[in-house]
T-cell receptor, first 111, second 119 residues
């Protein structure tokens, strides 16, 4: 059962930062926040994950609030190829626990 | 990152026949594999969890006799849709988790998906 809520859809202008919010108010202390994205008719692609500190990699930044009840995925310079459905998932790291996907946010990057 | 492949990438079969989908971890050993199903414009729905050498664990509402899962080796899991019907037409996606102690320990990697169409 998904423990996250996300807006259904968002638009972003090409070259601008895309900020995708996620609420996970019932997150447990040992649960990480994961972000994946799915481009049409492909398998999900890992983006980033974090526990409580902000994280950054070559794809994106993850900002987690101090109370860990919400987070924001930031794509600093969105391109047309970033158009996809973005999923925020919480789960315990390093276990066999399954990923339960919510509805995700459909991001459309506009030229 | 680690690579997971699926075969075939798409398949069309006639109603009443069975079809097998393979999921392989190409550069790591996967002690656990997961199978998902995704209908158009919907999210991924977990169908079952497959552990190497043991029976799969199915999510509530998924018929284990219709969706046969075999995880005979650390790099291969198969999903067989038996007596397929048009309502089984969907996008089937697997993911694989590296074993504890391995380089890919704990993380899940997704395959590219298999599009099944039952006519």
């Amino acid at each position: 059962d998904a423990k996250t809520t996300q807006p259904t859809s968002m638009d972003c202008a090409e070259g601008r930062a895309a900020n995708l919010p996620c609420n996970h108010s019932t997150i447990s202390g040992n649960e990480y926040v994961y972000w994946y994205r799915q481009i049409h008719s492909q398998g999900p692609q890992y983006i980033i994950h974090g526990l409580k500190n902000n994280e950054t990699n070559e794809m994106a930044s993850l900002i987690i609030t101090e109370d860990r009840k919400s987070s924001t995925l930031i794509l600093p310079h969105a391109t047309l190829r970033d158009t996809a459905v973005y999923y925020c998932i919480v789960r315990v790291y390093g276990t066999g626990n399954q990923f339960y996907f919510g509805t995700g946010t459909s991001l459309t990057v506009i030229p | 990152g680690a690579v997971v492949s699926q075969h075939p990438s798409w398949v069309i079969c006639k109603s009443g026949t069975s079809v097998k989908i393979e999921c392989r971890s190409l550069d790591f050993q996967a002690t656990t594999m997961f199978w998902y199903r995704q209908f158009p414009k919907q999210s991924l729905m977990l169908m079952a969890t497959s552990n190497e050498g043991s029976k799969a664990t199915y999510e509530q509402g998924v018929e284990k006799d219709k969706f046969l899962i075999n995880h005979a080796s650390l790099t291969l899991s198969t999903l067989t849709v038996t007596s397929a019907h048009p309502e089984d037409s969907s996008f089937y996606i697997c993911s694989a988790r590296g074993g504890i102690g391995s380089r890919n320990s704990g993380e899940q990697y997704f395959g590219p998906g298999t599009r099944l169409t039952v006519t």
